[in-house]
């Protein structure tokens, strides 16, 4: 058999090959059939082209036979043609099916639930494709941003022994015949590593056992988070607006064509520019009475409440100095007002909190005393305390959820849809 070689679709439509003959593989993603013609339209990785058969040519048979999502082989003249989708085609004189499919049972006006459901087909789709390629290249961004700032990349543990955020929350594995955990955070373990290495990042799965079901909360989430010695609040922000800025901007540049696709305004990504707003938790609450929210002062805010300070600024905003009550255990007070602790969540239009991060305590006393407080067992801490024993430093450090950022990027209904395999209470299949 005659060896072929295959050509992007992606450099088919940019034009390099008009006249010449093409090898091509991917899978049927369209057919429409009349008396002398058969239009397949064929997509790869890169793109999506009309191929056409005539009854006239030697692939007529298997064209006829082939049904959606069945994967092929062809080889075809590149022809111009204006009515073409992408405004090229190829004449098809060859036609090889690979695997011939099934009827394929996603179709159009199908419910967003049934497509969950079979997430491992419609992950084929050409809005998924579009989502997983900017996925990519966000994350890609987010790792140019970090090495260009003199972070270091470290890899935290996933198995671990003491809670980060809170018990509620917490996923229990058995290991061997201990206990353990799945982790919600990398923190504790990023602060062990800035002892060494002063400016360290990673990008890991966290896990939450979340039980209710919202449209920003996965059991399984991919976590942005950096720790930085010698730091302060205001290097914090600026270190969180920095790199969401960066990875805008790069994506409104770099994904254009995925972007319009997906119907979004590039033009906005690319206006999302430091500084963002900043207020504190007191203003945030003057702000909430006076749009008639009846939250109190101490208590937390919610998705409502989020939202509707991040509309009200129409860009990201970052709200400081909350109440110790509702923060976790490892955040550092203020001396002037021991009420409130450093915490800062950086808050966005729609999906609302976006990352959390702030100075954290670096008195062994004080840590001593909060674990304390928080009836956490000073045992499961040790090493923890030990980093405020032997070399503390004023250290800041945040996390951002991969997901949420996504969401609000591309301005997606849940977040479930920027990851190919959501977790959730009821979703672990496939
Ligand atoms: O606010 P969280 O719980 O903060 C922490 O875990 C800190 N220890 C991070 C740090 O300082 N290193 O989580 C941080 C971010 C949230 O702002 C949110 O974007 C995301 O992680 N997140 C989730 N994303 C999807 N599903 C969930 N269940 C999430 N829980 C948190
Ligand atoms: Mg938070």
Redo the contacts with the bound molecule.
């Keep these: 058999m005659m060896t072929m070689s295959f050509t992007s679709i992606r450099k088919i439509l940019d034009g390099r090959f008009e006249g010449k003959q093409v090898g091509i593989r991917g899978w049927v993603y369209r057919k429409r059939e009349s008396k002398d013609i058969i239009f397949v339209v064929v997509r790869d990785a890169t793109g999506v082209i009309q191929c056409t058969v005539t009854r006239d040519s030697p692939a007529w048979a298997d064209a006829e036979k082939v049904t959606i999502e069945s994967s092929v082989t062809l080889t075809g003249t590149v022809r111009k043609d204006e009515r073409a989708p992408g405004g090229f085609e190829v004449s098809t004189n060859q036609l090889r099916i690979v695997g011939l499919a099934e009827p394929f049972p996603i179709t159009k006006d199908q419910s967003e639930e049934f497509r969950r459901d079979v997430r491992h087909l419609w992950l084929r789709s050409q809005r998924m494709i579009k989502i997983m390629k900017i996925r990519s290249e966000v994350l890609k961004f987010v790792h140019e941003f970090f090495r260009k700032s003199d972070f270091t990349e470290v890899s935290p543990p996933m198995f671990i022994s003491s809670a ?2 809170g018990g509620a ?1 917490l996923f229990g594995v058995k290991y061997f015949d201990k206990d353990l955990y799945l982790t ?5 373990h ?1 602060e062990v590593l800035i002892g060494s290495l002063e400016k360290v990042y990673c990008v890991a799965p ?1 896990f ?1 056992a ?1 039980k209710s079901r919202t449209i ?6 991919w ?1 942005v ?3 930085q010695a010698f730091a302060t609040m205001d290097d914090l922000m600026r270190l969180e607006e920095d790199l969401v800025s960066y990875v805008c901007q790069k994506v409104a540049k770099q994904c254009e064509k995925e972007l319009r696709k997906l119907k979004v305004d590039a033009k906005k990504l690319a206006e999302v520019k430091p500084p963002f707003g900043r207020i504190t938790y007191d203003e945030a609450i003057e702000r909430l009475h006076k749009k008639d929210f009846k939250i109190r002062w101490g208590e937390d805010f919610g998705f409502d409440e989020e939202r509707a300070l991040a509309k009200e600024f129409g860009k990201p905003l970052f709200v400081y100095a909350y109440p110790r009550e509702i923060k ?1 255990f ?1 955040c550092k007070m203020y001396k002037e007002n021991p009420k409130l602790v450093m915490s800062v ?2 808050i966005v239009p729609k ?1 609302g ?6 100075s954290r305590i670096d008195d062994k006393e004080e840590l001593i005393e909060r674990l304390r407080e928080f009836g956490l067992k000073e045992e499961d801490y040790d090493w923890y305390v030990d980093l405020r024993r032997y070399g503390t430093t004023p250290h800041i ?9 996504l969401a609000w990027m591309l301005d997606l209904e849940n ?1 479930m849809d920027t990851i190919p395999f959501p977790r959730t209470i009821r979703r672990f299949y496939p």
């Design positions: 980060v955020e929350t919600q955070s990398a923190q504790l990023l966290s939450r979340e920003r909360h996965l059991a399984e989430y976590h988070e950096a720790e976790a490892y969540d950086l999906i909190e976006l990352a959390t991060g702030g450090g945040f996390g951002l959820g991969v997901e949420r950022l977040v």
